[in-house]
Antibody, heavy 120, light 110 residues
Framework: QVQLQESGPGLVKPSETLSLTCTVS??????????WSWIRQPPGKGLEWIGY???????NYNPSLKSRVTISVDTSKNQFSLKLSSVTAADTAVYYC????????????WGQGTLVTVSS | QSVLTQPPSASGTPGQRVTISCSGS????????LYWYQQLPGTAPKLLIY???QRPSGVPDRFSGSKSGTSASLAISGLRSEDEADYYC???????????FGGGTKLTVL
């Protein structure tokens, strides 16, 4: 079955760029009908959709983060990535990657999540 | 402030039936499918209900979903201690052009 795994630095300094990668196993990011998403959860708070990418490279971002977010895909490595620029403490969260079956909010499966702390 | 509204908490005793509500608008729940996620402590969310009332393979039939108009509900019957978790609803929002989540409901099994 498809599994997702996030990787990247757990600590980022304020004003710098957060970079995470999600590696997909047991399936292909080039599969049609699936949109590869990033979702985050600040400590003790709820879930926030960040954005998604289709294997063709087309993207859709949460308007509240759009100016700072870039999601890219590398089909040769079966990975997709997140970059969030100009981070502040408010960006401290567990970041999850997930597969969306049709860009409808149908997230399954999810990665285990990775905590990113923004601090100097 | 989440786009979808859920009660922050719910509780029940083992064996009871509990329901968790999710309220939205015509641009999300009113015109799109509703999804439910279960997040056990310290773990990633897991799909619990898709397309309003469908259960993925492996999800017990104690869990059921329903939708009417701009509101939806998750029902858990025969409550068990392992059901203690946070539950989130989600739906596509036509105005946002993206998925939105509820704020989550923490279910406590007394």
């Amino acid at each position: 079955q498809v599994q997702l795994q996030e990787s990247g630095p757990g600590l980022v300094k304020p004003s710098e760029t957060l970079s995470l990668t999600c590696t997909v196993s047991g399936g292909s990011v080039s599969s049609g009908s699936y949109y590869w998403s990033w979702i985050r959860q600040p400590p003790g708070k709820g879930l926030e959709w960040i954005g998604y990418i289709y294997y063709s490279g087309s993207t859709n971002y949460n308007p509240s983060l759009k100016s700072r977010v870039t999601i890219s895909v590398d089909t040769s490595k079966n990975q997709f990535s997140l970059k969030l620029s100009s981070v502040t403490a408010a960006d401290t969260a567990v970041y999850y990657c997930a597969r969306d079956a049709g860009a409808v909010g149908w997230f399954d499966p999810w990665g285990q999540g990775t905590l990113v702390t923004v601090s100097s | 402030q989440s786009v979808l509204t859920q009660p922050p908490s719910a509780s029940g005793t083992p064996g009871q039936r509990v329901t968790i509500s999710c309220s939205g608008s015509s641009s999300n729940i009113g015109s799109n499918y509703l999804y439910w996620y279960q997040q056990l402590p310290g773990t990633a969310p897991k799909l619990l209900i898709y397309r309003n009332n469908q259960r993925p393979s492996g999800v017990p039939d104690r869990f059921s979903g329903s939708k009417s108009g701009t509101s939806a509900s998750l029902a858990i019957s025969g409550l068990r201690s392992e059901d203690e978790a946070d539950y989130y609803c989600a739906a596509w929002d036509d105005s946002l052009s993206g998925p939105v989540f509820g704020g989550g409901t923490k279910l406590t099994v007394l």
